[in-house]
């Protein structure tokens, strides 16, 4: 019993570790391809705007990060996802 909660455990964090991983390799590739930053700079920039998505009101910040970044709003919506959040 002990060692299925254990693998149930790890099979659940390994499902949600792997969706941050793939969003973050997802918003790296958009920026790689429409802007001209290198890779460590890409590399703080989806760290940041993953640090700011976690914050209660951060989404403005993320897509604040995202937009200073990009030539244009259509790779701001791209990087994000979705389109920006509304004003509170």
């Not at 700079?41 to 998505?53: H, I, K, P, S, Y």
């Not at 951060?58 to 959040?85: H, I, K, M």
Request: a neutral charge; glycine letters at 4%.
């Amino acid at each position: 019993m002990r060692q299925a909660r254990w693998l149930l455990n790890f099979l659940l964090w390994s499902a949600l570790w792997s969706a941050y991983v793939s969003c973050g390799h997802y918003v790296f590739a958009v920026l790689r391809e429409r802007t001209g930053l290198s890779d460590p700079q890409l590399v703080a920039v989806v760290d940041a705007a993953a640090r700011w998505l976690a914050e209660e009101r951060g989404a403005d910040y993320a897509w604040a990060l995202l937009e200073a970044v990009s030539r244009d709003e259509e790779t701001t919506r791209l990087a994000f996802r979705v389109d920006r959040p509304a004003a509170r």
